[in-house]
């Protein structure tokens, strides 16, 4: 097949009359006989007593493939690509704490993060730009509507194959674009403050079945189950310039990026998250890092579920719903954050049960900002229960924000009671250990980054 460029004209317009249907509140006139409401007040400085401790700089690329590929994250899958009804963008923050201390942040509206494809953006970041691989931190927003990626280089005999062609020099390239980015965004720090706060987004729900109940309770096989384990907080980091202009936000949220199923290229929920939140603020950079949502799932979810209302319509509230949390978060009560930045990263070794399958370096990342943020970053699908325990166990002065499908993609990680009790999460087969050996890291290095 031949690189086709595709102008879906019918889905566009489509999403265009979705949107104006779900802005509609905010965007029409008032019915006949209400009072006009007064126009929206230029925006004000939020932070005004947080000192500006910091420099920021912001870039974007688009990575949407300009070929129709194969999509990555569900295995049913059975034809390539058709369309495409939003853009996929990886975007860098990087900041500067007082101490001329670096860290870049790299966010991707794509499956996942390969570790070879980790590692490449990180020694090439440490060559040609001096930023150490523990100040990087790459995190995917497992969009299961953008393309597969290839971790390592084909064969010869493999790229006879064109999906593997394909797939090789999109990843490639998107590796090119990343390090562009990580360069542009260093290039383009600037003077200013950042400030933290969160709130709280409802739509993810624990997929999983209550394993606790006995087999003949009513509600044992209920699932998604509404009274799992959720970890419902949206963090947001908040950048804004010294005259008070709001420059980019960095959020996150735990859940699975799977209101879609179509043959699309879509951001899913974060990519229209982070659209809504850029809308109004031309210049604006919102960036969407995924918290421990292996098990959690976005609800309502698929067609039919709400008589009328599509899949991508359902993406497109839920996006709705979480770029609201992260404009409360923003500006309810922000907390000034200042530096120094410090950062410990690490591949530990994790086991399978299996002792004849080799280990897996797994990337384990703690990041603190003075002492009052805290970043922790584990590889792959985590489970909830991580972040809860972290953030019941570390809790302390600083805020605690736990993300997982950062630095690697290799599967889902469960912790013990996860693992213990089966099903699709417990499937990749670590031994009973995987829990304690990720914690005993986390617990070093929080140690290490808190040490006066
Ligand atoms: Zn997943």
């Known amino acids: 097949m031949k690189a086709r460029h595709f102008f879906p004209l019918i889905l566009t317009a489509s999403l265009l009359a979705v949107s104006a249907l779900i802005l509609g509140a905010a965007s029409t006139t008032p019915p006949p006989g209400a009072t006009p409401e007064p126009p929206p007040q230029p925006p004000k400085p939020l932070a005004p007593h947080v000192p500006v401790a910091w420099k920021a700089g912001f870039a974007q690329a688009d990575v949407t493939p300009d070929k129709l590929l194969w999509m990555a994250g569900y295995a049913s899958r059975d034809k390539p690509a058709e369309g495409r009804v939003q853009s996929l963008f990886a975007k860098a923050l990087a900041l500067e704490d007082e ?235 922000p907390r000034g954050v200042v530096g120094p930045i410090r950062a410990e990263y690490e591949e530990i070794e994790l086991a399978y049960a299996d002792p004849k399958k080799p280990l897996h370096r797994y990337p384990v990342q703690v990041v603190r900002f003075g002492a009052d943020l805290t970043f922790i970053a584990l590889g792959s699908e985590v489970v909830v229960d991580y972040s809860l325990r972290f953030k019941k166990e570390l809790a302390g002065p600083a805020d605690i924000w736990v993300s997982g499908y950062s630095n690697d993609y290799t599967g889902y990680v469960p912790s013990l009671r996860v693992l213990k009790e089966g099903g699709y999460e417990a499937a990749a087969g670590w031994a009973e250990d995987v829990e304690d050996r990720i914690v005993k890291k986390v617990q070093e290095f929080h140690q290490k980054v808190t040490a006066p």
Request: proline content about 9%; hydrophobic content about 35%.
């Open 99 to 333: 101490t001329s201390g670096r860290f870049v942040f790299v966010t991707l509206d794509l499956i996942g993060v390969p570790q070879p494809l980790r590692h490449r953006v990180a020694a090439r970041a440490e060559k040609e730009f001096q930023l150490p691989p523990a100040r990087l931190l790459l995190n995917a927003s497992h969009t299961h509507s953008g393309p597969q990626l290839r971790s390592t280089p084909p064969s010869e005999e493999e790229l006879k194959t064109e999906r593997v062609r394909d797939t090789w020099e999109y990843t490639q390239g998107l590796e090119e674009k990343m390090v562009a980015i990580i360069g542009q965004s260093l290039a383009k720090l600037e003077p200013a403050r950042l400030t933290y706060g969160h709130a709280r987004c409802g739509f993810a729900m624990n997929r999983r079945r209550d394993y606790s109940l006995p087999a003949d309770h009513p509600n044992a096989n209920k699932a998604p189950n509404p009274d799992g384990p959720v970890d419902h907080e949206v963090p947001t980091l908040r950048v804004e310039a010294p005259d008070g202009t709001m420059k980019g936000v960095l959020f996150g949220y735990a859940c699975h990026s799977t209101c879609l199923g179509f043959y699309n290229y879509c951001g899913d929920y974060p990519g229209f998250a982070q659209e809504y939140l850029q809308q109004h603020r031309p210049g604006f950079q919102a960036m969407f890092m995924t918290g421990c949502g292996a098990d959690q799932n976005p609800y309502p979810r698929r067609s039919g579920v709400v008589p009328g209302v599509t899949d991508l319509e359902l993406a497109m509230q839920h996006g709705r719903s979480l770029a609201n949390a992260v404009e409360m978060a923003m500006t309810v009560n």
